[in-house]
């Protein structure tokens, strides 16, 4: 079974941290791009971080750099998503997808699809 696991979510106050995991079964990260998007209430998904595990290339959106970390360890097939110095406009339930990635853009599918999805964890931050 292929799945993607999303953990970590809660409930943070403005300026802490919070650790989001995104641990994948049934396949492996090497040929993958895994990304973290988060989708807010009345806004459309956008993109965070983005990782190529087989190298460890990483990718930031503008509005989260500086203050988010994405890692992966291989050996546990997970990617993790450290978001420090948190803001309650990082407010929003956080999603990982493994595909493979543009060249150019690091949260867009080279073969036009996304082709695993986790669940979903909420992240809150309260001001």
């Known amino acids: 079974e292929v799945q993607l696991q999303a953990s970590g979510g809660g409930l943070v106050q403005a300026g802490g941290s919070l650790r989001l995991s995104c641990a994948a079964s049934?396949?492996?990260?090497?040929?993958?791009?895994i990304g973290w998007f988060r989708q807010a209430p009345g806004k459309e998904r956008e993109g965070v971080s983005c990782?190529?595990?087989?190298?460890?290339?990483?990718y930031y959106a503008d509005s989260v750099k500086g203050r988010f970390i994405i890692s992966s360890d291989n050996a546990k097939n997970t990617v993790y998503l450290q978001m420090n110095s948190l803001k309650p406009e990082d407010t929003a339930v956080y999603y990982c997808?493994?595909?493979?990635?543009?060249?150019?853009?690091?949260?867009?599918?080279?073969?036009?699809?996304?082709?695993?999805w986790g669940q979903g964890t909420l992240v809150t931050v309260s001001s």
């Open positions: 997808a493994a595909y493979f990635k543009d060249g150019a853009s690091p949260f867009v599918p080279r073969r036009g699809r996304y082709d695993y």
């Open positions: 049934g396949f492996t990260f090497d040929n993958y791009a």
């Open positions: 990782i190529t595990p087989s190298d460890g290339k990483t």
